[in-house]
């Protein structure tokens, strides 16, 4: 049984009716209790970070998440809430991956909506099958920003880390990258987190065998 | 983004100050030709020049070297230092500068940079915002005035000044990094902004890049050869992988879809799900379902045809017609729609669109407009093209980005079912005035109608109805045609 967190940001039935495509038994909850015990958990998510971290928090959710151990997957907001910070409404989040979210520039139509390329960095089981430069749909406002910045968006902890390894921790843990006006991460994984910025339910073929490799980690 | 090498002329030598002192300079070379010509054989797409004699003394000094480089060089040359009449500017923008940099009299003479505004035109004056301990500063920077960041954004906005450099005088040519925040003043607030002072490194370079900058000014660390010229022109190039979408809109009445003109003489053109499936399958990128009978009796019906088609279809769809409160969106959005579009509540009652917003958020809140010529701009009209407004669309556009909308659809009651064609004009206009993706919407007839439209304006994505619907055109046709015309598809 994979469960689907229902913290109250936005569209939680499509990721419900994809895995139900997929034959994949799942439950949306917020009970800490099924989240624990499930086979993997979905983390999906639209809307603000600000509005998102505070009923994370009132319902015990934020505690739990970095105790699961099954396959985990963070979708838009959920890959970004993953992130230590977020310039969206100056929210501190949950510190699975360190990175913090930044708004695309001015410059740049907002949001960020369509279908866009992922280029494939590194091996991940996530993406078994799928091919290099697939298309995938998006519609998000803030992206996970891995270049270290002089104002303090990043941990001090991770600016230490960076410089006893040498690399950046932020950038061993991307799998996909996507460009719009310049590159940023789409596919991430760390242990048992894994975490798309792009919609893999509303991602057409693609983005069904995405979900189908996650839910076969969970077996 | 541009990487923009710095060329400084004191006593005809290419030198580099630190925070501005003169007498704390470095000579790199005797021949400031020889460095410009090195700099266009390394890729520089222009140069940034200051006779530091000039900017000291408040006349062009070094003018006859900046004439040198411009014969000896052809990549633009931005030319700043000294330039505080209208003479100096004009003998600079006639003999080869493309670009002139003033500064001291954007505080001490704003007459004539309005004058040199009026003449020259936006595209060949830059404005220099040189800011010590949030002043900004004039003359050389050897001058302080008591004007502010936000004094000065204001005296260039009533100008008219598009583009500006800025520098904070207290990071520059120390190599310890810039002074991202005070450039991000000044992105936000709408300037074609070049940055400077402190670049140092190649993640300095790629900050600015993230944050907006049209361009980064690199001096010294270009020089002591911290940053090359190349490698960073390489880390900051415009990358883009967003295609254009291709949208069947699918107007449904009794749990059919029909199609007519004008916004009557309906046709029935089959059953939705089946239709939508089938378009899924050509390779449309998202669909539209619009119910159009819109009675209370039928919402109901839509509903249950909105949660069928979410189970179905697995490519993003935005459901409207005439939903007008927070509870209709909420019913649609539980049934599976992704994005919601709002028409004439929209325009009736624009604190609606704000209250969905604040709710569900930009991402699944989509304006429809109805727009109808009228004079010189267009009007909006409601209740499905049959009243008109005396709102302008292009205004209303603007407003509904501010209100937090996340798109536009744009449907022009001139070509709605014509099949002559969109309205390029209309969506020039608009795709220039609102920073938020557009639809083109109406008049569709041809491939080639949907290929003018990507290539002639800025829209995003484009909607057809029954074009697709009497297969007039085939989605993954179109789609091949685009893409053979390089226009960005996913095919």
Known sequence: MIAIIDYKAGNIASVKNALERLGRACVVTSDLKKILSADGVIFPGQGRAGAAMPNLRKTGIDKVIPKITKPFLGICLGMQLLGSYSEEDQTKCLGIFQGACRKFPPTLKTPHLGWNKVELTQESPLIAGIPDGSYFYFVHSYYVDPVRSKKPLVSAALNKERTSNGVDALEAHIVGKTSYGFDFPSIMQKDNFFAVQFHPEKSGAQGLRLLNNFCELCL | ?491
């Open chain 2, 1 to 491: 983004m541009f990487v923009i090498p710095a060329i400084d002329i004191l006593d005809g030598k290419c030198v580099r100050l630190a925070q501005g002192d003169f007498a704390d300079s470095i000579t790199y070379s005797n021949n400031p030709v020889d460095v410009a010509r090195d700099f266009e054989k390394q890729g520089a797409q222009f140069l940034h020049i200051v006779d530091l004699d000039g900017a000291r003394l408040g006349f062009p000094i070094n003018s006859e070297m900046v004439f040198a480089i411009a014969k000896s060089v052809s990549i633009p040359l931005h030319v700043g230092g000294g330039i505080r009449s209208y003479d100096s500017a004009k003998k600079y923008l006639e003999n080869g500068v493309e670009k002139i940099i003033v500064s001291t009299i954007a505080i001490e003479k704003p007459k004539l940079l309005e004058c040199l505004f009026e003449d020259f035109g936006n595209s060949r004056i830059t404005v220099s915002v040189d800011v010590k301990d949030g002043k900004v500063a004039t003359r050389g920077w050897l001058g302080e005035s008591t004007k502010t960041v936000s004094d000065i954004i204001t005296i260039l906005k009533r100008v008219g000044i598009a583009s500006v450099i800025v520098t904070d005088t207290a990071k520059d040519g120390l190599l310890k990094g810039p002074n991202f925040d005070l450039t991000k003043q000044f992105i936000n607030k709408g300037f074609e902004t070049v940055a400077a002072g402190g670049v140092s490194s190649l993640s300095d370079v790629q900050e600015f890049n993230k944050l907006g900058a049209f361009g980064v000014i690199i001096g010294k660390a270009m020089y002591e050869g911290k940053i090359d010229l190349q490698k960073a022109q390489k880390r900051v190039a415009y990358r883009n992988n967003l295609t254009k979408r291709i949208i069947p809109c699918l107007d449904v009445k009794n749990g059919r879809v029909v199609k007519g003109t004008h916004f009557s003489d309906l046709r029935d053109a089959g059953d939705p799900i089946e239709l939508g499936k089938r378009y899924c399958e050509l390779g449309a990128d998202e669909l539209v379902f619009l119910d159009i009978a819109a009675t209370l009796e039928n919402r109901k019906t839509f509903c249950k045809l909105v949660l069928k088609i979410a189970k179905e279809i697995n490519i993003p769809f935005t459901v409207g017609g005439g939903i007008s409160s927070i509870e209709d969106i909420t019913k649609l959005l539980n049934a599976g729609a992704d994005k919601i579009s709002i028409g004439s509540a929209a325009v009736k009652n624009s604190n609606f669109v704000k209250e969905a917003v604040e709710y569900f958020g930009s991402q699944c809140i989509v304006i429809s407009v109805d727009a109808k010529r009228q004079n010189n701009g267009w009007r909006i009209y409601i209740k499905g093209g049959t009243e008109e407004t005396d709102i302008d669309t292009i205004e209303f556009s603007k407003q509904m980005e501010q209100f937090g909308a996340g798109e536009l659809l744009l449907n022009s009651l001139d070509r709605d079912g014509t099949k002559k064609g969109f309205d390029l004009e209309l969506l020039k206009r608009i795709s220039k005035s609102v920073n938020i993706p557009v639809i083109a919407s109406s008049g569709a007839g041809s491939v080639q109608d949907f290929l003018d439209v990507f290539q002639n304006t800025n829209v995003d994505a484009a909607l057809g109805a029954s074009i697709f619907h009497y297969q007039e055109v085939s989605i993954m046709e179109l789609k091949k045609f685009l893409s053979k015309n390089n226009v960005p598809i996913r095919v």
